[in-house]
C-alpha cells in the first residue's frame, strides 16, 4: 500500500467535491496500477503534506521540486512535468515593472510557506514578512494579489491560468513580468529508507506510461 500526500497545486494536484483530482494526482494512479500497488491519496496544506509524508511508511510525496538541497531527502521517481515559476502582477498596476530579479527587493511578493520558490528567495537574502507574504497556497495569494496586500506573487505558469479561471477571471487579469526559475521539474519524493525495489518498480511504471502514449494523452487533457 502506498499513501500519497499532497498540496493544492492545480492544475497538478487538488481537492475538489469528489476527491483528489490533477494531473499527478491521476498520472500517479496509473503508476500504482502499472506497478500492482493499490494507492491512498490525501490532499493537505503543504507543511502537513511534509510531515505527514515523514512520518508515514510507505510514503509518497507530490508534486515536489527536485532540488540540491532535497536530493538526498528523498528517493526520486519521475521527472512528472517541467516547472516554470514566473513572476506576477496585477495588468492594471501599470506603474509596476521588472527586469532583473533585484527590483523584487522592498516589495511583497507572495509565496506558498515551504515551497521550493520560498526556499530559494530566503537563500537570495529575500526577508520574510518584509517582502516575502507566506500563503497556505497559490489559490490564497492569487486572491490576496487580487485584493492589493500585496504588489507580486511567484506562481507555476499553468497555475496561474486555473487559478483565474476558477475565480470567472480573464487571463489578462495577470501579466508576466519576469520568468524566475524554469530550471527543475516536478517528481515524486519517497522517504530515503524505502525499499530500492518499490523505487524502481514506481519508475519503470511511469516510464511504462511514457512509452505507451497514455502519459501524452493525459498532458493534453490537462494542460492543452
Known amino acids: 500500500m502506498l499513501t500519497g500526500f499532497t498540496e493544492n497545486l492545480p492544475p497538478l494536484n487538488y481537492q475538489d467535491e469528489t476527491g483528489p483530482q490533477g494531473f499527478s494526482v491521476e498520472l500517479l494512479r496509473m503508476v ?117 496586500r500585496m504588489e507580486y506573487v511567484m506562481l507555476l505558469d499553468w497555475a496561474a491560468a486555473w487559478n483565474l479561471r476558477q475565480l470567472k477571471l480573464p487571463y489578462a487579469t495577470l501579466q508576466a513580468v519576469l520568468d524566475y526559475d524554469n530550471s527543475k521539474s516536478y517528481w515524486y519524493g519517497l522517504p530515503p529508507d524505502t525499499d530500492p525495489a518499490l523505487v524502481r518498480r514506481l519508475q519503470a511504471a511511469l516510464d511504462a506510461t511514457k512509452r505507451d502514449g497514455r502519459y501524452e494523452l493525459l498532458k493534453l487533457r490537462y494542460f492543452s
Do not use: C, H
Open 32 to 148: 500504482a496500477l502499472q506497478a500492482n500497488l493499490k494507492l491512498e491519496i490525501q490532499v493537505l496544506p503543504w507543511v502537513r503534506a511534509m510531515q505527514s509524508a515523514e512520518a508515514t511508511p510507505n510514503s509518497i510525496l507530490f508534486s515536489l521540486t527536485r532540488t540540491p538541497e532535497r536530493e538526498a531527502l528523498f528517493k526520486w521517481v519521475g521527472p512528472i512535468s517541467p516547472r516554470r515559476i514566473v513572476v506576477y502582477k496585477l495588468a492594471s498596476r501599470s506603474e509596476l515593472s521588472l527586469s532583473e530579479l533585484r527590483q523584487l527587493q522592498g516589495a511583497k511578493i507572495g509565496v506558498v510557506r515551504e515551497s521550493a520558490t520560498a526556499r530559494q528567495l530566503l537563500a537570495e537574502g529575500f526577508k520574510p514578512g518584509e517582502e516575502l507574504e507566506f500563503g497556505l497556497d497559490d489559490a490564497t495569494n492569487v486572491r490576496k494579489l487580487l485584493a492589493g
